[in-house]
Structure formats: structure tokens, C-alpha cells
């Protein structure tokens, strides 16, 4: 019998995180296959295609492995899972980016997939938002992360906070200092 995350409660999860982390490769198989319907839909909110959206979870997959001795177990194991999506949907996304950029602008036929800032228009809105993300970056890369969980996942401030292992104010603050660098972002600059 497969395990869906539907079919198993946040405890049982938990529970499942907490061996995993003990090195039970049963519980770790068993994990991974029960969170991997989430991860794909959340790598989905951010990619529209959706072979772009299963490499992206894949990759999330392979990191929650490799990763979950960082889980600190204060918070839900799906919040921290959560993160994780994100991070693979984004470098995903970055590497799509730089793929369908040809390097020299007369090269710009023979891509085999078309530019993903533009493959989807009921898309667009999020790509819009992770374009704006990978602007505020390269200057305030503190601000990210918590805009993206909190006004694209939809995480609760509190939820952030535990999750990122910061004071619920620097929760707000970040939020809002770049929410305030993004609005002109996306309006295309004005």
C-alpha cells in the first residue's frame, strides 16, 4: 500500500520525519512517498509547465534526503517541506531562465522549450512575482523568502517565523520591506 500525504495526519508525517532522521530508510521511503503529491503541487504553483514542475520536485525530493537532518522538529515537518519546494521551484526556474537566455542575441532560435516567463499567462502573475524575487536577491536576499511563504504559500507569520528560526517582528519587518521593494518590480517598473 502507497501512503499519500492525504491519507496520512501531520503527526504521522512528523513521526515519519523523526525516524527518517534516525536513519530509517524505511521510514524515509515511506515519507518521500507520502509528501511527494504535495511537493509537485507546490513546485507547480510556481512552474506551469509541468515536466519543468516534476524536475523541480524530484530535486526537492532528493533534497529533503539529503537535507532532513536540518529539520529541527519545532515546527510541522510540511512547513519545513514547503521551503524546500520552493528553493528547487526557484533554481529550477533560474535554470530555465538561463537556458532559454540565448548568450548571443543573434542565437535566438533552436531553443527546444519555450522562455518560462512566458509559457503560461495564468502563470504570468507568479512569474512575474519570481522575477521581481530573483531582482531583490542579489541585494536583499533576507527579504525572499519569507515574501515568497508568506503572499505565495499563504504561511501565517508565525508559521514563518518558527520555520526560518527568527523573532515573529523581523517576520513582519522582511515581509514588508519587500513587499515594498517589489510593487515596482511588478508593475513593470513604474
Known sequence: MVMTADALTA??????ARR???GDTDAMEALLAAVRPRTLNVCRGVLPHLA???????EALLNVARKIGSWNGRGRFTTWLHVVAVNSARTTYRRLKNQATPQDPQESFGLDRPDPRTTSVIAGTRLDLLEAMETIEKDHPQFVEP???RDVYG???????????????TVKAQ???????ARPLLRGGE
Open 155 to 169: 504561511l501565517s507569520y508565525d508559521e514563518i517565523a518558527t520555520l526560518l528560526g527568527v523573532p515573529l517582528g
Open 52 to 58: 519543468d514542475a516534476e524536475d523541480a520536485c524530484q
Open 11 to 16: 503527526d504521522e508525517i512528523d513521526d515519519l
Open 175 to 181: 515581509i514588508h520591506h519587500g513587499r515594498k521593494l
Open 20 to 22: 527518517a532522521q534516525g
Open 147 to 149: 515574501l515568497l511563504l
